[in-house]
């Protein structure tokens, strides 16, 4: 287990481009007026678009944000559930959440870019930071620290294949492969599921960054990083061959629990890493009020034997600092810290290591 474990939100990668929950919505909108979508893709966001506003109706007797993509995707889901939003006909109904998967996908793969010098292509500034400190806590201590985002993208992932460091998803529960554990509770662009086995496949990310497929823009020198095509068409399933067509991406709050057979292992690692750890540093997550899934993940999976050194917290909002600090026992309060960097661009990264990073160096191990 690792002594430092890294939570990290929305907010973590914000400066490649990736719009944080509030705004998303609108962002994607954007995107889709601009006209970069392909006919299907634009028929996924119109239903979104067309199923908010259906939403809208329900803000006389409910209140929902419906600026806020968790909300909205939380709303389809019980809509899906249940089979019924307003007066929509069933078949449309029943696929909002898949729209909202194609919408969520397309606005990241679209909107995240990352910079691009001649051929070559390198992480986001911020993750290539992050990627360098991590490596330097495998190469003084020996061992790899833990991260834990609820992030679909995959910056953080190309970020540490770019600095050669390996990683291990822990899909399966029992998984005992090396490499530096990468826990995506939420799931991943680079994750399918097949719906014959019942399984979550990943795409060996290593064979898919070599390739060249990656579309730099010469014109503004970034490339956008677009896997999630190809995950879900051209990958076969190790069991049964067959193409599994579906993106394994879970909505962001309460409705997980028909997820837990695919993602279990997944928690239950992540769980683990909770328990054993001394330090843990948060950047970019917020800890909304409605995100019981990790009030009970983290409360229950912190249970150990580690005493725990530092919860620090990196965020710009003030209010985020407070949330944690109620959230926490007497012994991570007692240890807390919180941060809200003012850098607009990569701020999140910027102050882990100027407040958190050589500390990190200092206490995982002897310097070289």
């Not at 509770?185 to 097949?194: D, E, Q, R, T, Y």
């Not at 003012?342 to 958190?356: D, I, M």
Request: hydrophobic letters at 40%; a negative charge.
């Amino acid at each position: 287990m690792a002594e430092t474990v890294f939570i990290l939100g929305a907010g973590a990668s914000k400066h490649a481009g990736a719009p944080v929950m509030n705004g998303f919505l609108d962002r994607s909108f954007d995107l889709m007026e601009g006209g970069d979508l392909g006919p299907a893709e634009k028929v996924a966001f119109e239903l979104v678009r067309r199923g908010r506003d259906e939403l809208q109706r329900a803000q006389s007797k409910a209140r929902l944000d419906l600026d806020n993509l968790e909300e909205v995707f939380d709303a389809f889901e019980m809509a899906a559930l249940i089979g019924r939003l307003g007066d929509w006909d069933a078949n449309e109904v029943g696929g909002l959440p898949e729209a909202m998967r194609v919408l969520i996908t397309v606005s990241l793969e679209h909107l995240i870019r990352l910079p691009a010098a001649g051929n070559e292509r390198r992480p986001a500034p911020a993750y290539d930071d992050f990627a360098r400190l991590v490596r330097g806590i495998h190469r003084r201590r020996g061992s790899w620290p833990a991260v834990i985002t609820f992030n679909y993208d995959v910056c953080a992932d190309y970020a540490f294949h770019y600095h050669g460091v390996p990683v291990n998803y822990h899909l399966a529960e029992a998984s005992r492969e090396a490499g530096l554990g990468l826990y995506k509770l939420h799931g991943s662009l680079n994750w399918a599921f097949c719906e014959n086995c019942q399984t979550v496949i990943p795409r060996v990310m290593q064979d898919h960054f070599a390739r060249k497929f990656l579309f730099p823009d010469e014109e503004e020198k970034t490339w956008r990083l677009f896997v999630a095509q190809e995950t879900r068409q051209q990958m076969k399933c190790p069991n049964c061959s067959s193409s599994p067509g579906t993106l394994m991406m879970v909505p962001p709050t309460w409705a997980k629990g028909r997820y837990q057979p695919l993602l279990r292992g997944v928690w239950a690692a992540a769980a683990r890493e909770l328990s054993a750890a001394q330090n843990i540093i948060v950047c970019g997550y917020s800890l909304p009020n409605t995100d019981a899934f990790f009030h009970y993940l983290y409360a229950v999976g912190s249970i150990g034997t580690a005493s725990l050194r530092r919860f620090v917290v990196m965020d710009p909002e003030g209010e985020v600092g407070e949330r944690f600090l109620a959230f926490l026992g007497p012994q991570a309060q007692s240890r807390f810290e919180f941060h809200g960097p003012g850098h607009p661009s990569g701020g999140l990264f910027q102050s882990l290591l100027r407040h958190v990073g050589q500390d990190l160096l200092r206490t995982e191990g002897a310097a070289r």
